[in-house]
């Protein structure tokens, strides 16, 4: 179990050095264990089992699969959506993923992936967006909405993510986000028959709180 530390069901705090979120957890418009995450310009939410058509018409996209492990599927279907929705609904799970919703439309997806052991103090994030929607810089805000909540939620020390050195949108965002480059692992990854460059960015707690 990690270590989250305690805030009321409607809490509003100044969550890292980038801008205001609110956070709702559990009240009594929402469902039980229900949670949003809402800034001026988007909102972090759980995944709803009505989400699962709007998800595979997103993520049902060789660019986006391109860019991600090979555990993410494609083509992506309408099973294969519901099927990780169903999953994020599990308790003692060791992640929490997010639907990115802006002006009720969905939009995209982040999850924060907690470590253990010796990596306790650690969380990797991966994110991806719908593809009408690149360029507009939404996945930067949304990693530094994560990130804030992370680090004023729980006993960490660290946000990372791992993006290929052949995607430099991605290592864009990261950096718009006041993330770092911290190592390039050579042919680190081997995708689609191709080895490539495995990038780590990452961001401190203390970094962030220098910013504030």
């Known amino acids: ?33 229900y949670m949003q995450i809402v800034t001026d310009d988007l909102i972090l939410r759980n995944w709803e089992e009505k989400d699962a058509e709007r998800l595979a018409s997103i993520a049902n996209n060789k660019k986006i699969a ?35 919703e802006i002006n009720g439309i969905i939009v995209g997806s982040i999850c924060a992936t907690f470590k253990d052991n010796v990596r306790s103090k650690n969380v990797e994030i991966g994110y991806f ?8 810089g939404i996945i930067p805000d949304a990693i530094k909405c994560i990130t ?36 390039i692992l050579k042919k680190g990854v081997f995708k689609n028959g191709i080895f490539q460059d495995d990038c780590i960015y990452a961001i401190l707690r203390d970094e962030v709180e220098k910013k504030m």
Request: aromatic residues 18%.
């Open 148 to 183: 804030g909540y992370l680090f004023e939620n729980y006993d960490i020390i660290r946000v990372y993510a791992k993006t290929y050195s052949t995607n430099k949108n991605s290592r864009r965002v990261l950096e718009k986000a006041g993330f770092r480059l911290e190592a």
């Open 129 to 136: 967006l719908a593809e009408e929607y690149w360029g507009r």
């Open 66 to 100: 391109d860019n991600l492990q090979d555990n993410f599927p494609h083509p992506y279907s309408l099973d294969d959506a519901k099927e990780f929705i169903s999953s994020t609904m599990q308790k003692g799970k060791d992640s929490e993923p997010f639907a990115i």
């Open 1 to 33: 179990m990690h270590n989250r530390m305690s805030y009321s069901n409607k809490e509003l705090y100044r969550a890292d050095f980038w801008f205001f979120i609110i956070i709702y957890r559990s009240t009594s418009f929402l469902k039980e264990n």
